[in-house]
């Protein structure tokens, strides 16, 4: 059954007729082993519905943003969604103030263990409206926030943003999203945050994609140092730009992996490295192009990640090797709804080499 179409994902959909809360959509694995390291946790964000909060209609329908959930695992091989304390099973809603920057639809960008607490580093935003695609939008204007939690389950937030979209004309004026946070190694060491936005321009003034970092003393006032990424040259596999992605310290180098795109829609995931974080250079070690990519969409193939590869989030194991989990999305020949899915590869440590980790098919029991 090693071909069959939901090989290899380590979290499926929710049924369309559940009472689950992402029973439309979801995605933006994070995961994070758990207090003990006997097993690990999934945050994740997605919808039931087609609007957003205070029925806010979504300006990109494939944005499976709106709320934010959890699943668990014993081996982090194969989750199970966990009941969070909100309505529908979520862990976390946008905020019931309509004035709130993250009022409408939020996502998780990063959950760590920090002081004996669970700090998430989500995104969000709210009831601005913006001038987008011909027509006035509200929920457009993404911006990085923190909430933290004793249990993991149960979150407060602060309710301003930490990292707010830039002055009109910089770079970051559309927005300051999907957060990813590397909490610093030693007292001396500052906390890392990586983001990104959309930029106007491009191919046809389609707009592109940026990444870039911010710094912080205490993980709460960042401190922007610029934009560290941008699209690729004309016709490479990330001509598009870079969208989300993940940092790492791996042995004495900072490593991004990161989401990619050209301008026929193609998603797939490459790799930047660094040796202070701040600068950052496509690698050139891996793949066929500078940058990769290191892991692409199954094209040609009848499985769920035949599509998209994206939003990759990686684990470091105590034996070396790294897990990446990401997120697949799929349609099947003749259909032209898309299916997603949470896969996940694995690296014997060198951070250029991943092999897809294909999920015993009797373990989903269909």
Known sequence: MADSWSSGAVLLPAAP???????????????????????????????ARDEWNFGVKPFNVFLPTGRIGMATSEDGYRFERAKGPLYEGAVMDPSDDPSAFDAVHIGVGDVIRHNDRWWM???????????????????????????????????????????????????????????RVLPPRTAGDKWLMSYHTRENGGHNNMGFFSAGVATSDDGLLWHKQGKVLECGKPGSWDEGGVSVRHVLRIGDEFVMFYEGSNYQYEFAIGLATSEDGLVWRRDEQCGDEPGGPILRARRGEEVWDNWIVATPYVVKMEDGSLRMYYLGVGKKEGEEQQQQGIGLALSDGDFRTWKRYCVPFEKFGL
């Open 17 to 47: 007729d559940s009472n689950w809360w992402d029973r439309k959509a979801f995605s933006g694995a994070v995961v994070a082993k758990c207090e003990k390291n006997s097993c690990y946790r999934m945050y994740y964000y997605g919808r």
């Open 121 to 179: 580093f989500y995104f969000g935003a709210g009831m601005e409206e913006v001038a987008l695609f011909g027509s006035v939008r509200r929920g457009v204007k993404l911006q990085s926030g923190v909430a933290t939690s004793e249990d993991g389950l149960n979150f407060e937030r602060i309710e301003k943003p930490v990292l707010c979209v830039g002055k009109e004309g910089e770079w970051d004026q559309n927005g300051a999203s999907w957060p």
